[in-house]
Nanobody, 127 residues
Framework: QVQLVESGGGSVQAGGSLRLSCAAS????????MGWFRQAPGEGREVVAT????????YLVDSVKGRFTISRDNANNTLYLQMNSLKPEDTAMYYC????????????????????WGQGTQVTVSS
């Protein structure tokens, strides 16, 4: 079991930027995936970005391509999500997640597959 703690959320104007951090402790995976999910009020949890630990392959959901970047600092065991050009529709609770599982070519996208979750950090984007 890995412990994940998110930070870096806040309130910004549309077009602004935030960088989310996820500090991992306890057992950490050197295989599998880490990622970011988000959930808006009344909505289901959806994948935002993943990184395949084995090879460093990255995935971004179409709605954030060109604006968000996922990265991992292996030395500090920290996952990041750099969010630029934020839009009001990005408003959500953002969760860091990890799983030892992977699929050929990268990571599973369904939230139910992921075994370890942080408590979330709120991102609010105003117009």
């Amino acid at each position: 079991q890995v412990q994940l703690v998110e930070s870096g959320g806040g309130s910004v104007q549309a077009g602004g930027s935030l960088r989310l951090s996820c500090a991992a402790s306890g057992y950490t995976y050197n295989r599998g995936c880490m990622g970011w999910f988000r959930q808006a009020p009344g909505e289901g949890r959806e994948v935002v970005a993943t990184i395949y630990v084995n090879r460093g392959n990255r995935y971004l959901v179409d709605s954030v391509k060109g604006r968000f970047t996922i990265s991992r600092d292996n030395a500090n065991n920290t996952l990041y999500l750099q969010m630029n050009s934020l839009k009001p529709e990005d408003t959500a609770m953002y969760y860091c997640a990890a799983t030892a599982l992977s699929v050929t070519g990268g990571c599973y996208l369904a939230p139910g597959v992921w075994s370890d979750w942080g408590q979330g950090t709120q991102v609010t984007v105003s117009s």
